[in-house]
């Protein structure tokens, strides 16, 4: 079994997931409303993502824009945690996707991990990015 998060933005889901394929890196799958099958009664709009997958390794991250008609409402109580092996992947990764976001707390040593930080990126995803150092 796989735990796969999946994410809903209000529009902007190709946007954030091309963002996340620059600086995560791998394989990035996205349909729009606009590729569903006709009598499945989806909306056609192609600026809409009807189902994105990024693959990286063995991780999956799956999203979709909120389908129109529907209220959004912005994630909450969750954060996507990105554990890495070099303090040079967390700074690289922290500062990739934490650019043009808010950094709730600043990527630093802390009593359980050589780096830790933690924001919202600027599509209003939450995101911890940890490397535990040698313990």
């Known amino acids: 079994m796989k735990i ?3 994410l809903t933005f209000d529009g902007r889901c190709k946007e954030a997931f091309e963002l ?10 996205c349909m ?3 590729d569903a099958p006709e009598d ?3 909306p ?25 008609g529907q209220p959004f409402s ?17 700074e ?10 808010n950094v709730q707390m600043p990527l630093a040593k802390t009593f359980w991990a050589e780096r830790f930080g933690m924001f919202e990126d600027r599509f209003g ?4 990015v940890n490397y535990e150092g040698k313990q």
């Open 4 to 6: 796969i998060p999946y």
């Open 20 to 29: 996340y394929k620059d600086v995560l890196g791998g394989e990035l799958f």
């Open 32 to 34: 729009s409303f606009a």
């Open 40 to 42: 499945v009664g989806m």
């Open 44 to 68: 056609k709009d192609k600026n809409l993502i009807m189902h994105a997958c990024l693959t990286v390794g063995d991780f999956s991250l799956m999203a979709s824009d909120c389908p129109p």
């Open 74 to 90: 912005k994630p909450q109580g969750v954060s996507v945690s990105l554990n890495v092996d070099s303090a040079q992947d967390a």
């Open 92 to 101: 690289r990764l922290f500062n990739g996707l934490s650019a043009g976001g």
């Open 125 to 128: 995803i939450a995101w911890m």
